[in-house]
């Protein structure tokens, strides 16, 4: 008889997750350790790492968190985090592209420097980080097992929603077109690619707009099923792409958006602040 938690476990998985001190990254740490996973959470604060770890590991998860400082905003910080995961142990289960930034500004003064700096963490950053680790990654793979690869895209990255992110979403629609090629490429090392469509969640990108309660309903007012994602729309997903459940799916772009993708609103953000 099958065995339903089973199924959907992470127990004893290795996962690293980018971006994971705040937001949707840590709500996917939180998830994996929710799962039994032996997570790292890295971001360019390390003492904020830590203090995440901390609290998740507070909350008396099966799984553990640790966290440590790591950038993906260059070539040199990309290798010196790769070789601190190589140090760590000699496989990896699971990684998370969830690290990303934004920058917003009107069409006619959209800075050229902010193509330059946002694409060099949202895609070039992803892309050179699991060059680098995929060893790790296909030491821990097998056919029925593989490990597994998710990047966080966006929902502003599947429907022509900019708001004056032009560099964030055309980084996100490149995320999730390289999704769909590494998930060709590494197919043969038995490792699948996936990418998350989040609409609008709670975090440090979008606080301008969902940091109050108020500002929060406002915007999942423009959201079809009514309201923004909470922490276990994320966990659902993931653990559904990292575990068993998921090892059959690769090249997948899943949508959480609450039904944005399928009825995109015009404006998101722009219509729900006070005036």
């Given at each position: 008889?099958?065995?339903?938690?089973?199924l959907?476990s992470?127990?004893?998985?290795?996962a690293?997750?980018?971006?994971?001190?705040?937001?949707?990254?840590r709500?996917?740490?939180?998830?994996?350790a929710?799962?039994?996973?032996?997570?790292?959470?890295?971001?360019?604060?390390?003492?904020?790492?830590?203090?995440v770890?901390?609290e998740i590991n507070?909350?008396g998860?099966?799984?553990?968190?640790?966290?440590?400082?790591?950038?993906?905003?260059?070539?040199?910080?990309?290798?010196a985090?790769?070789?601190?995961?190589r140090a760590?142990?000699?496989?990896?289960?699971?990684l998370?592209?969830?690290?990303?930034?934004?920058?917003?500004?009107p069409y006619e003064?959209?800075?050229?420097?902010q193509?330059?700096r946002?694409?060099?963490v949202?895609?070039?950053?992803?892309?050179?980080l699991?060059?680098?680790l995929t060893p790790?990654?296909?030491a821990?793979a097998s056919?029925g097992?593989?490990?597994r690869?998710?990047?966080i895209g966006?929902v502003?990255?599947?429907v022509?929603v900019?708001e004056?992110?032009?560099?964030?979403?055309?980084s996100k629609?490149?995320?999730?077109h390289?999704?769909?090629?590494?998930?060709?490429?590494?197919a043969a090392?038995h490792?699948?690619?996936?990418?998350?469509?989040p609409g609008p969640?709670?975090?440090?990108?979008t606080a301008?707009?969902?940091?109050?309660?108020d500002?929060?309903?406002?915007?999942g007012r423009?959201v079809?099923?009514?309201?923004?994602g909470?922490a276990?729309?994320?966990?659902?997903a993931v653990l559904?792409?990292?575990?068993?459940?998921?090892?059959?799916?690769?090249?997948?772009?899943l949508?959480l958006d609450g039904?944005m993708?399928?009825?995109?609103p015009?404006?998101?953000?722009?219509?729900?602040?006070?005036?």
């Amino acid at each position: 008889m099958r065995d339903l938690t089973k199924l959907f476990s992470v127990a004893g998985k290795r996962a690293l997750v980018t971006g994971g001190s705040s937001g949707i990254g840590r709500m996917i740490a939180e998830a994996l350790a929710m799962g039994g996973a032996d997570v790292a959470i890295v971001s360019r604060k390390a003492d904020r790492c830590a203090a995440v770890a901390d609290e998740i590991n507070a909350l008396g998860h099966p799984g553990r968190v640790t966290g440590f400082g790591g950038d993906v905003g260059s070539e040199a910080a990309i290798l010196a985090l790769a070789e601190r995961v190589r140090a760590g142990g000699a496989r990896l289960d699971i990684l998370v592209n969830n690290a990303g930034i934004s920058w917003g500004a009107p069409y006619e003064s959209f800075p050229h420097a902010q193509w330059e700096r946002v694409l060099a963490v949202n895609v070039a950053g992803a892309f050179t980080l699991t060059r680098e680790l995929t060893p790790l990654l296909a030491a821990a793979a097998s056919p029925g097992d593989p490990a597994r690869i998710v990047n966080i895209g966006s929902v502003m990255g599947t429907v022509p929603v900019t708001e004056g992110a032009y560099s964030y979403t055309m980084s996100k629609a490149a995320m999730h077109h390289m999704t769909r090629v590494l998930a060709g490429e590494l197919a043969a090392r038995h490792i699948t690619c996936n990418a998350l469509a989040p609409g609008p969640f709670a975090s440090r990108m979008t606080a301008f707009a969902t940091g109050t309660e108020d500002g929060a309903a406002r915007v999942g007012r423009n959201v079809p099923l009514g309201r923004i994602g909470q922490a276990d729309d994320l966990a659902g997903a993931v653990l559904y792409l990292c575990s068993r459940a998921g090892a059959y799916v690769s090249g997948a772009i899943l949508p959480l958006d609450g039904g944005m993708s399928a009825q995109a609103p015009i404006d998101l953000f722009a219509n729900t602040l006070e005036p």
